[in-house]
């Protein structure tokens, strides 16, 4: 059997599969997170042992004498410091605190940023969450030994081992992503050496081996622990996205178009994120949007429904009205790169009713995608199908604007969970079996929804319009 351990922002999920990759159990345990000023998102790593504690607790009521390999997957780009005797020096600052936003902009008018990592510097990012600290906290970045990312926090407590692995290297503004390793010079121009980051290996590798005392703990032998992956890579190996032309939509709160690579083609203009994969030799990009589900959701409050009966009520597929939303509630990631960006809904009339309304929001969010699928297509990535997960999927109107709007089939899995626990155990099986890509295949497919043909040009003519829309509401929200 193999565990997969998923690191989120809100809670520890935990699976055991066995040999056929079957779900044997799951087990969750809650995160909070901390807020102490504005634009401030903070967590304690010792939660996140004490969570891991509680699932693995859960998990072995099955036996877990069966165990081999351990992967790992967590919310990426986390900066975990630790003094030479690994002591936690500060709650983690999270991927979605901006309190470095100075400090990244600096970093990101620096050209060999994006040169050497194929990435703009957004303020999520961990090199400027140091820089902020060696500017506001001297006394704490003198005593700085090690910076992990949060799972890889979670590696050290499972194995003794300072490891982490390049999907989630990739994200820290410290990694040069074409040749998968730490950049000497990007840890000199900020102030770092390549002793304090951990040693590297590729996610399906072995990072260490559990420490005994663990495994007498939960009834384990000679467990080993997997190099694991990022959030959104960890994803994309657990739904088979991990060859050329392979991708997912991820219908969540925020949105993301996730494409598998077998080159390294970053453009840092276009806003997209340019990883290392968790597989050897593979690479990915997203475009992010930063509302999705989200979107739907506040306008569900406003008209004081629920997102599930305004997605329900809207029959066929329609071709797009005069009404068009912006998505952009709290700024925009791909390809605007812009935090002050606000969202708006334009083109109402008598006739706007709240279908229409419903209608419009969708449009909007799938435009913002269709923004993604040309910043990806701007680099030479070609979708020939898409995967479609997250709670949005659930809406059979969303699906088809979505194949239709994108030109690109949808392909819905059969019901399951298919995120991060599940690539994180597959990575671990790949590490404890030898075995390779072939393990991450893809979910069953329930159906297939196919672009809507006699609707193209009315969608195209739509996103015409959303993007000029685009471009009046940008100049107006500086």
């Known amino acids: 059997m193999y565990i997969g351990l998923d690191l989120g922002t809100s809670g520890l999920k935990g699976i055991l599969i066995d040999d056929n990759q079957k779900v044997v159990a799951e087990a969750t345990a809650p995160l909070t997170v901390q807020r102490p000023h504005e634009g401030w998102s903070e967590q304690e790593p010792s939660s996140w042992i004490a969570a891991a504690e509680t699932v693995l607790d859960k998990l072995a009521a099955q036996g877990l004498g069966a165990v081999k390999g351990i992967g790992l997957s967590g919310h990426m780009h986390g900066a975990t410091v630790l003094d030479k005797s690994d002591q936690v020096l500060r709650p983690c600052i999270l991927w979605n605190d901006t309190r470095s936003h100075e400090e990244a902009a600096e970093m990101d008018g620096d050209p060999i940023f994006r040169r050497v990592t194929g990435n703009i510097v957004f303020p999520g990012f961990t090199a400027p969450k140091l820089a902020w600290m060696r500017k506001h906290e001297p006394a704490l970045w003198d005593k700085v030994a090690m910076v992990l990312l949060p799972k890889d926090f979670l ?59 663990l495994a007498s703990r939960w009834g384990m032998g000679n467990v080993v622990v997997a190099g694991g992956g990022g959030d959104n890579a960890a994803s994309g190996v657990g739904v088979g996205v991990v060859k050329a032309g392979q991708a997912f939509v991820s219908l969540g709160t925020s ?43 506040w306008y569900a409050g406003l ?15 329609q071709a797009p009205g005069k009404g068009l939303f912006l998505p952009y509630l709290g700024g925009e990631r791909t390809p605007l790169n812009d935090a002050a960006i606000r969202g708006a809904l334009l083109g109402l009339e008598h006739q706007t009713d709240r279908a229409a309304g419903t209608r419009a929001v969708l449009e909007g969010v799938t435009y913002a995608f269709r923004d993604s699928r040309d910043a990806l297509a701007a680099t030479g990535t070609k979708l020939e199908n898409v995967l479609a997960v997250g709670g949005g999927s659930r809406s059979d109107y969303w699906l088809k604007l979505i194949a239709t709007a994108l030109d690109v089939p949808v392909q819905l899995p059969v019901a399951g969970d298919f995120g991060g626990a599940l690539g994180a155990a597959r990575l671990g099986l790949m590490a404890a079996t030898g075995a390779g890509a072939e393990v991450a295949t893809m979910p069953p497919i329930a159906r297939v929804i196919e672009p809507d043909r006699a609707l193209t040009s009315a969608f195209d003519a739509g996103h015409a319009r959303f993007r000029a829309a685009q471009k009046a509401i940008q100049a107006l929200s500086h």
Not at 174 to 182: L, S
Not at 191 to 203: K, N
Not at 266 to 292: E, K, R, S, Y
């Open 255 to 297: 949105g993301v178009l996730f494409a598998a690579n077998d080159g390294y083609q970053p453009d840092p203009a276009t806003a997209v994120h340019t990883f290392c994969h968790a597989l050897p030799n593979t690479w990915h990009q997203m475009g992010v949007i930063l509302a999705a589900t989200d979107a739907l959701n």
């Open 155 to 213: 590696r050290l407590w499972l194995t003794g081992e300072h490891v982490g692995e390049m999907s989630d290297a990739a994200g820290t503004a410290w990694f040069d992503t074409g040749a998968r390793d730490w950049s000497d010079d990007l840890l000199a121009a900020a102030g770092l050496t390549r002793a304090q980051m951990p040693r590297l290996v590729e996610g399906s590798q072995v990072s260490g081996v559990l420490r005994g005392e």
């Open 303 to 317: 008209v004081g429904q629920t997102a599930a009966t305004l997605t329900g009520e809207l029959g066929p597929l």
